[in-house]
């Protein structure tokens, strides 16, 4: 009897022990897991960083790519097509590539544009500009729908913009130096896309 008392006591421990073993050990194991989940996601993190870095770097090599094709003007890269399309298809093209119809924000800026426009596209071809009056007739609105700012109409000649509802589109004009109309969104004329780089 003192035996059997004594083998059971002992299985009695030595299941004991092996309790108290596995539950520490899921304990070390809870924190171990614990820690794997906390160094994933850290993981996850950094790849998450280094792809958006990555895309970055792709986006700065096209726009270069793009300034090294046309040229830079204050902060921007303007890409000539001389290819003549609608106001419609020529910003859904540029929107494609990455930019807009090129819209001048100040004089200086026209100027250059229209310097580089001669240059690329021709001294007598006219280009569509990202501003229409689309909604309402007489507010000039850029690709992001807000108010134009900077305006060049041709003014003392045929006092621009003069085409009322039947002509929502603007476009500068090489043979009257940079100076705006406004034209039919449905007439076809080469376009400028410009790119932020700033």
Avoid at 120 to 130: D, N, R, Y
Wanted: glycine content about 8%; proline content about 3%.
């Amino acid at each position: 009897m003192d035996t059997r008392r004594v083998c059971l006591m002992f299985c009695l421990l030595l299941l004991a022990h092996c309790t108290l073993q596995q539950t520490s050990s899921k304990k070390r194991n809870g924190k171990k897991d614990s820690a794997n989940s906390a160094s994933i996601e850290e993981l996850k993190k950094q790849i998450t960083e280094i792809v958006q870095e990555l895309n970055l770097v792709k986006e700065q090599q096209a726009l270069q790519t793009v300034c090294l094709r046309g040229t830079k003007i204050q902060g921007k890269c303007f890409l000539s097509d001389p290819v003549k399309k609608t106001f419609h298809a020529a910003s859904e093209d540029c929107f494609s590539k990455g930019g807009s119809l090129s819209t001048p924000l100040t004089g200086d800026e026209n100027e250059q544009l229209y310097q580089y426009v001669r240059q690329s596209i021709g001294p007598e071809e006219p280009i569509w500009l990202g501003v229409n009056d689309m909604v309402t007739e007489g507010q000039w609105l850029d690709q992001s729908g807000s108010s134009v700012r900077f305006k060049n109409w041709e003014t003392e000649i045929t006092l621009q913009p003069d085409g009322g509802r039947s002509q929502n589109c603007g476009l500068l004009s090489t043979t009257a130096h940079g100076k705006w109309f406004d034209e039919s969104c449905r007439a076809e004329k080469a376009s400028v896309c410009e790119f932020n780089i700033v």
